[in-house]
């Protein structure tokens, strides 16, 4: 599978992630300051949430080849002054990139997205956790006032990892079979194809295709599109055309049920 960045790529762009989430979290008044865009959870509770995934995820990737996710075993818990949480918060994504490292992009390990398009290996690992952190490095600085767009290689990468590690899947369809198009700004284009033999995306040759043949499609900057997909901002605030319910059916869906 083609990436946009590299392995060294993307260990050094979820480390810098880390570094820009926890500038975030340092900025911000109080750590039970709500989030905005996850708003069942404090600062505090998006610190911990993205620090024990990167614990977990760690211990994933050095366990290897498995049919589960290994048990996690001496993970320091979050600690509740910020200055702590904040190195913890580091020690976990340093622990993360180490694991990579070591393991180099093409070891096997469990994943959750058996099912989908996207290898179970280490590599693809480091694509969904960069993807991971630039999300909630984005909820951090929504939550202290200062959101910034993602890094365009970054949510380049993350548009397509999104639609073939997130939706595709085998699991039916429960809606009338539809083709849904993204395009982003940046020239890059993909197709989501919705049946009940399940999801499956391709990559469209240029954005010259808008609109063809699709049931719904969507345009924005590869930005834009990663934080829709992702919930963070509605679909009506980038360019829409077609069947809008399908977006919201694409939200509610989940394969496993």
Same mark, same amino acid.
């Given at each position: 599978m083609e990436n946009t960045l590299g392995? +060294?790529?993307l260990l050094g762009m979820i480390d810098e992630r880390s570094t820009a989430?926890?500038?975030?979290? @340092? @900025?911000? +008044? @109080?750590?039970d300051a709500q989030v905005p865009t996850c708003p069942e959870w404090t600062l505090f509770d998006l610190v911990q949430h993205l620090g024990d995934g990167r614990y977990r995820w760690a211990a994933t990737v050095a366990a290897g080849p498995a049919t589960a996710p290994p048990a996690l075993e001496g993970a320091p818990s979050a600690p509740r002054e910020r200055e702590a949480l904040l190195a913890w918060m580091a020690a976990s994504t340093q622990q993360l990139v180490d694991a990579l490292r070591e393991a180099g992009p093409d070891r096997g390990c469990w994943t959750w997205w058996a099912d989908s398009q996207s290898p179970q290996t280490s590599g693809a690992v480091a694509r969904h956790q960069l993807q991971q952190m630039v999300v909630?490095?984005? !909820?951090a600085q929504i939550t202290v006032g200062a959101p910034q767009p993602l890094p365009d290689e970054a949510a380049l !990468?993350?548009? !397509?990892e999104f639609l073939f590690t997130c939706c595709a899947t085998t699991a039916a369809w429960p809606h009338e079979p539809a083709v849904v198009d993204y395009h982003a700004t940046e020239g890059r284009s993909w197709r989501l194809s919705l049946s009940a033999d399940g999801a499956r995306t391709t990559r469209l040759p240029s954005s010259d295709s808008e609109g063809l043949d699709a049931s719904a499609s969507l345009q924005g900057t590869a930005s834009e599109l990663v934080l829709a997909l992702y919930d963070r901002i509605p679909v009506d605030s980038l360019k829409l055309d077609g069947d809008r319910r399908l977006f919201d059916q694409l939200l509610a869906w989940d394969p496993s049920e």
């Open positions: 392995f +060294p790529d989430f926890c500038a975030a979290v @340092s @900025s911000a +008044p @109080s750590l909630h490095t984005y !909820d !990468d993350g548009v !397509d």
